[in-house]
């Protein structure tokens, strides 16, 4: 009886001292201090996770900056084919440090591209993609495909001679689709060819998705951390002497590589500025006279290379699209209930050609003049799809299935 009545006390007395630390009224009120407590400071994270695992939380902090950079370039930007281009050397040229934030933001928008790949590809090489984290993947695909609207929106806003043209090569190959193509291109373009209203619509294109991706990413974290991170053992881990707070060990881990991505986009930004810019894009949009060569950022260049060697327009576009489609199903063709690729030889020989194979076909969207290159781009396009649609469902029964550990102490003790 007497333990009771102290329980009591003790339990009314944190409740008054709650009540009146201004922290403890308003999170018994909007539980935000509490849901930041358990989801980010005691949020239980593998022992084990590498490198691979902090360039989520580097996208994250670009794609803010992505943001922020932006607004500021809509400030002054003008989406008309008469003004885009001057309102561009405006930025540039009168703006106070306006060609500071476009550097940022054309830099940033290549490091996040970057990032993002690597990101995929810890995903694919990992297993993250598996059971439970299948709606982790799905929402990362999500976020994949509106980053490559992005891209090609902003990309065109510029109004220079490769922006227009980059127009026109896209909405030539949706006008290739047997029956709807050619309404399809004129609805969407507001004509026949890029003009001031496919620029007007391409622009609310850009600034609408960028903004739609910041709400993806946070169903793409809340489904993170429902799910809890994966880890490069493929092993869940079951004790708690597998796992560490987020607060302070990730966050300084993470912390590391946001830096350096920062110095990186510095570098980038400041002294390498027409690194990662065509200097035809510095000449204004001239629909009567096409460019020697139309080649597309180095980020979509495996897609045009497909273009390139599929002989038929549509059939192109088709196994272009298809190779984003297919990462889609990955979670249900990888049939292994071996996660990560550590113990999957033969898996991890396969990743390794599929990104040669994708690497390849870059090479083919640059160079596309060479019939050897044709050749071997066409080769690169039938691995890239055999990797997913004949390895992955039947790797089961062929790879040389390594033993896993037991728990994932076992795996983090065994380590030299
Ligand atoms: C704007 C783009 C993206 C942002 C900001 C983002 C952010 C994050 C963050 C913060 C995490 C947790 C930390 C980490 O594992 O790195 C994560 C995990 C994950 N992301 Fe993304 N992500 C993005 C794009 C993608 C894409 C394109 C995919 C590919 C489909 C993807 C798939 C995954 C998967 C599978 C995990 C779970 C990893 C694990 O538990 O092993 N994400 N993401």
Excluded at 57 to 75: E, K, N, R
Excluded at 307 to 324: D, N, R, T
Excluded at 330 to 356: A, T
Aim: hydrophobic share 50%; with cysteine.
């Amino acid at each position: 009886m007497k333990q009771d009545e102290k329980k009591s006390e003790i339990l009314d007395k944190k409740k008054v001292s709650s009540q009146l630390s201004l922290s403890g009224w308003l999170d018994q009120r909007a539980p935000f201090l509490s849901f930041l407590k358990k989801e980010y400071i005691e949020f239980p994270m593998p022992k084990n996770l590498n490198i691979w695992w902090a360039f989520g939380a580097a996208l994250c902090i670009i794609l803010l900056l992505m943001c922020i950079t932006g607004i500021f370039l809509s400030l002054t930007y003008v989406p008309t084919a008469q003004e885009a281009f001057l309102s561009i050397e405006t930025i540039e040229r009168r703006v106070p440090s306006g060609w500071m934030i476009r550097a940022i933001h054309i830099a940033g928008s290549n490091l996040f591209l970057f990032f993002m790949y690597l990101h995929l590809f810890r995903g694919l090489y990992y297993g993250s993609y598996k059971s439970p984290r299948e709606l982790v993947w799905l929402s990362g695909l999500i976020i994949m495909m509106m980053i490559m609207i992005t891209a090609f929106a902003g990309y065109v806003l510029p109004w220079g001679q490769m922006s227009y043209w980059a127009a026109n090569v896209v909405m030539q190959a949706l006008s290739s689709i047997p029956w709807v193509g050619k309404s399809l291109s004129y609805w969407l373009m507001g004509g026949t060819i890029p003009n001031t209203i496919t620029l007007h619509r391409l622009f609310v294109l850009h600034f609408v998705v960028a903004f739609a991706i910041l709400v993806i990413v946070g169903l793409h974290i809340i489904f993170f951390h429902v799910v809890k991170s994966n880890n490069p053992e493929g092993v869940e881990p079951c004790k708690e002497e597998e796992v560490l707070p987020f607060y302070p060990y990730f966050v300084c881990k993470d912390g590391v590589v946001i830096v350096f991505a920062i110095f990186l986009l510095v570098v980038l930004a400041f002294f390498f500025p027409n690194l990662l810019t065509n200097s035809e894009n510095y000449i204004s949009a001239n629909p009567l006279e096409t460019p020697t060569t139309i080649a597309p950022e180095w980020y979509f260049l495996p897609f045009y290379g497909i273009l390139q060697v599929v002989p038929s327009k549509f059939g192109g576009v088709l196994l272009a699209m298809g190779s984003v489609c297919v990462l889609f199903l990955v979670p249900w063709l990888d049939r292994s209930p071996i996660k990560s690729c550590k113990y999957r030889p033969l898996h991890r020989v396969s990743l390794f050609l599929l990104i040669m194979s994708y690497i390849t076909l870059g090479v083919v969207g640059k160079i596309h003049d060479q019939p050897l290159l044709i050749w071997l781009g066409r080769f690169a396009l039938f691995y890239y799809y055999f990797h997913f649609l004949i390895v992955m469902p039947f790797s089961l029964r062929f790879d040389l299935q390594r033993s896993l550990p037991k728990s994932l102490l076992d795996a983090v003790r065994s380590k030299p």
